[in-house]
């Protein structure tokens, strides 16, 4: 039979596997580390389980329609429910605000809060709903790389709306314009690290991420994110997909301009196409370092990255739900901090996932499993060292503050992860957690097709590539370049 090489078991090199073991591909998936799901992981430590890096699950349907295509039933391997609360907000003045996931009862609570009228919110997720419905089809489920993908009719429908989709100005600039209270324009703003963004510069088209929070909701996998990865790992097992852990590849074999294999630890393997998951920046510089290198796609700015503390946290805290948001004073400074002077602000947002609050046995009893996380620059060749010192001291603070305790005695079990460390352990160029940013009106355009223009049979998925980062985003590059692959 035919042979595809996967480069990668992250969320989109498993999927892809999937994908195309059912298409009637021979797959081998080649995987540096010992495990599968590159930045989806876990860590265990003295009791306590953390997801290591997503945290926050949406479209569920996309897994599945992967078992569904298997002919299986996902709630055989994977469970999910929709939350309740999408997320807790906290200000250092007091404010506080639960994000319910029933719309009316969430304006009901905008609006005994901060006085905000429901109008305002419903017209800001209409408005949101409205750039998903024309934009995903187009910038999303396609290769942008393909003509067909231009000329056709929805994308004509897509022209003509082209100056609803906020392309000429901000996030924060339409945020400020749809929200009386300034604290509602920053819950909105901060949508936009869902990929790394700074809400300041990129374009309000990424208003489009909080459709997928509310309208079609968020969702917690019962036996936390980490099942996402196990349950994928398992179907392509059961379809036949070869895993081959602890071989980094060194090398993608190209032969007149045709990608003819791959070479990992000294040996060769040959594949009728190769299909590369690790970050493109990476590849090209190592694994395809004698061919032609896409210059000016190599040079775009990148996402942020993040600075996560994985604390055993030995006290309940009832007001803490599964996401929860403690928020900085001053938002652009903070965004200044970290897209301009590659810096960390003294008042950081603090992002605190607890997945012990949806399982228990995540954290012993009386306990809590803090995966408490900032966004930092990505790496730039900045003192980490001094940096994660001043943002730990920076975070602890703003707990104290705000939810008016004495944390740091609480924290029993530790464990640091910062942008070198999420590059050494996927390969993420400068620690970048999604790719390319996307700060620019043009970013959509910036990634690299899901194919190679240059080298014939060599495909791409995952973060760095079309369609972008984040769970959803990786998983239909997936489809995008499965779809491609013609049949064997
Ligand atoms: P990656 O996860 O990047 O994996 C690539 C794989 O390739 C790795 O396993 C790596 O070891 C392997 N590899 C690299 N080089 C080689 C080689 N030479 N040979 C063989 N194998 C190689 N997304 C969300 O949707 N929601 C979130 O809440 C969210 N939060 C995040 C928080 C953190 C801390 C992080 C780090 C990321 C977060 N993301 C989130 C982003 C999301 O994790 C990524 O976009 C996604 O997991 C990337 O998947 P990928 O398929 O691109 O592969």
Not at 54 to 64: G, H, K, R, Y
Not at 289 to 315: C, D, H, M
Not at 452 to 475: A, D, E, Q, R, T
Request: aromatic share 12%.
């Amino acid at each position: 039979g035919k042979k595809v090489i996967i480069i990668g078991a992250g969320i989109a090199g498993l999927a892809a596997s999937i994908r195309l073991s059912i298409k009637g591909f021979q797959v081998d998936v080649f995987e540096a580390n010992s495990y599968p799901g590159g930045k989806l992981t876990e860590i265990i430590m003295d009791g306590y389980r953390f997801d290591a890096g997503p945290s926050l699950f949406t479209l569920p349907e996309q897994i599945d329609e992967l078992f569904a295509l298997a002919g299986l039933k996902t709630e055989d391997f994977f469970r999910y429910k929709r939350l309740e609360v999408n997320c807790n907000y906290f200000w250092e003045d007091g404010a506080r605000l639960s994000a319910y996931s029933d719309l009316d009862k969430f304006t009901k609570e905008v609006a005994y809060q901060f006085g905000e009228q429901p109008e305002n919110i419903k017209k800001a997720l209409d408005k949101s709903a409205y750039i998903y419905k024309y934009l995903a089809p187009l910038f999303m489920h396609r290769s942008l790389h393909k003509w067909s993908t231009w000329l056709n009719k929805k994308a004509m429908a897509s022209y003509f709306r082209i100056g609803k989709f906020g392309l000429f100005h901000t996030m924060n600039q339409a945020n400020q314009r749809q929200f009386k209270h300034p604290k509602l324009a920053q819950l909105f703003n901060r949508y936009a690290t869902y990929n790394g963004s700074n809400p300041y510069q990129t374009p309000a088209t990424l208003n489009i991420i909080p459709h997928l929070e509310f309208n079609k909701g968020a969702y917690f996998p019962t036996e936390g994110m980490h099942s996402i990865t196990s349950s994928l790992y398992t179907l392509a097992k059961q379809l036949g997909v070869n895993f081959h852990f602890n071989k980094a590849v060194d090398k993608i074999l190209v032969k007149d301009k045709v990608a003819i294999g791959i070479q990992a630890g000294g040996k060769s393997y040959d594949g009728n196409y190769i299909l590369n998951n690790m970050d493109m920046v990476t590849a090209y510089k190592t694994l395809l370092n004698e061919e032609k290198q896409p210059t000016r796609l190599l040079k775009q700015p990148k996402s942020s990255s993040a600075l996560i503390f994985y604390w055993g946290v030995k006290k309940v805290f009832p007001e803490l739900d599964l996401h929860n948001i403690l928020f900085s004073k001053d938002y652009a400074k903070e965004f200044k901090a970290i897209f301009k002077d590659k810096d960390i602000d003294d008042d950081p947002t603090v992002y605190i996932n607890i997945t012990s609050v949806q399982k228990a046995n995540d954290a012993p009893e009386g306990a809590m499993n803090w995966f408490t996380m900032i966004n930092v620059p990505n790496d730039q060749g900045q003192d980490w060292e001094y940096l994660k010192a001043k943002a730990r001291k920076a975070i602890i603070r703003k707990i104290n503050a705000t939810l008016h305790t004495d944390i740091e005695p609480l924290i029993e079990v530790e464990q640091i992860l910062d942008p070198i460390g999420i590059a050494t352990k996927t390969s993420s160029a400068n620690g970048a957690l999604y790719g390319n940013s996307s700060n620019n009106r043009y970013a959509a355009f910036l990634r690299h097709p899901n194919y190679s223009s240059k080298i014939k049979n060599l495909y791409f998925c995952g973060g760095s590539v079309h369609p972008g980062g984040g769970i959803p985003l990786c998983l239909l590059s997936a489809k995008i370049v499965a779809d491609m692959i013609p049949k064997p």
